[in-house]
């Protein structure tokens, strides 16, 4: 019976494997470009004194790439005009392209909390939703890869990854907030990671049915920017003043870095699942964060041993989360005497 098991075993080790060498490198180069998209973003709304605007111009800047990229592209006009055709016979429900305003969501917790709450204890929120999330989506089969059971593996892989990111922003997490106080700004965070999960998983579902990424990627940045145009022109009208805008043009590239991120991720949801993705860009920012505190430093930036360690055991939760069942049954029957 066990080298029955052991057989059976063989074929999903292999599947596995080619899964962590082709699908996990590249959603951690989509994670890479998280921290430095929010450098830039971040650097943007410092010198305009308003980031919400920053965030703006972020999605902005994305919808004009993605719509050049539509145009430009053979595909991407093909997709498109597939993607309105499927729209209105509703093979690709309405609903689908508001998943553009979670992306405006993110960006208004993002710019509204975490001044309150400290990027620390943000990042662990953030990456609890999106874990957690990330089973649940794979499991009700939302996104283009279908059905994904939540096995002991998959659990244990999230587990290990809200504690490695814990653990590798433990030493920013200074003072003892009022928990109370928090209570209401972790609950937004937390769901702004839960969505951002969905987002990604109905993105995937346009990219498969369409055969391309770029067209559900163009809706979702134009919704999100109309989202955040409102959002700022209510602002300017309640508190007014029109900021003066920075002339560096790096300052304003945050946006392809974007577009990279949401066409990356549409892709390797269809073949390496919802969760697994999430896991995978997980990693990436912690990289990314490393690499930045330690190649391009600002003030504060400190590489410290707990944040290279979480690093290293989130790479080890998604070995975790990426192994078959069959590894764990075969691992139960060993252990039996």
């Known amino acids: 019976m066990a080298s029955a098991v052991g057989t059976e075993a063989t074929p999903q080790l292999r599947s596995a494997a080619r899964v962590l060498v082709m699908g996990v490198p590249l959603a951690v180069a989509a994670g890479l470009t998280l921290p430095l998209q929010a450098r830039m973003n971040g650097e943007l709304g410092h010198r305009l004194q308003d980031p919400l605007l920053a965030g703006l111009f972020s999605f902005g800047g ?9 145009l430009l592209i053979p595909s991407g006009r093909t997709a498109f005009v597939k993607l309105l055709a499927d729209t209105r016979k509703r ?3 309405w609903y689908f392209h508001a998943a553009g305003l979670i992306g ?3 960006i208004f917790a993002q710019t509204s909390f975490v001044a309150s709450v400290g990027i620390a204890i943000y990042t662990v929120a953030v990456v609890t939703g999106q874990t957690v999330s990330g089973l649940a989506v794979d499991r009700i089969g939302l996104g283009p890869g279908g059905k994904r059971a939540i096995t002991a593996l998959r659990v244990l892989g999230v587990i290990l990854t809200v504690c490695a990111v814990f653990w590798a922003v433990s030493p920013r997490i200074s003072g003892s907030p009022d928990p109370l106080a928090m209570l209401v700004p972790l609950a937004f965070v937390a769901l702004a990671g839960v969505l951002m999960t969905f987002q990604h998983a109905v993105n995937g579902r346009i990219a498969a049915q369409v055969r391309s990424p770029i067209p559900g990627t163009l ?6 920017s109309v989202a955040l145009a409102l959002i700022w022109f209510i602002k300017l009208v309640l508190i007014g003043g029109l900021p003066t805008l920075p002339t560096d043009p790096w300052l304003y590239l945050g946006c392809v870095l974007g577009c990279i991120n949401l066409v990356l991720s549409a892709l390797l949801i269809r073949r390496i699942g919802v969760l697994l993705t999430g896991l995978s860009m997980i990693a990436g920012q912690l990289i990314g964060a490393l690499l930045m505190d ?3 430093p600002v003030a504060g930036s400190v590489v410290y041993p707990q944040t290279i360690f979480g690093t290293l055991l989130t790479l080890a939760a998604i070995v975790v989360a990426a192994l078959p069942v069959s590894v764990l049954q075969r691992f139960s029957r060993k252990l039996k005497p």
């Open 62 to 70: 994305a919808a004009l790439v993605m719509a050049a990229a539509t």
């Open 91 to 93: 093979s690709i429900p």
């Open 104 to 106: 405006a969501y993110f």
């Open 219 to 224: 809706i979702n940045y134009a919704v999100g």
């Open 294 to 296: 330690w190649l391009l």
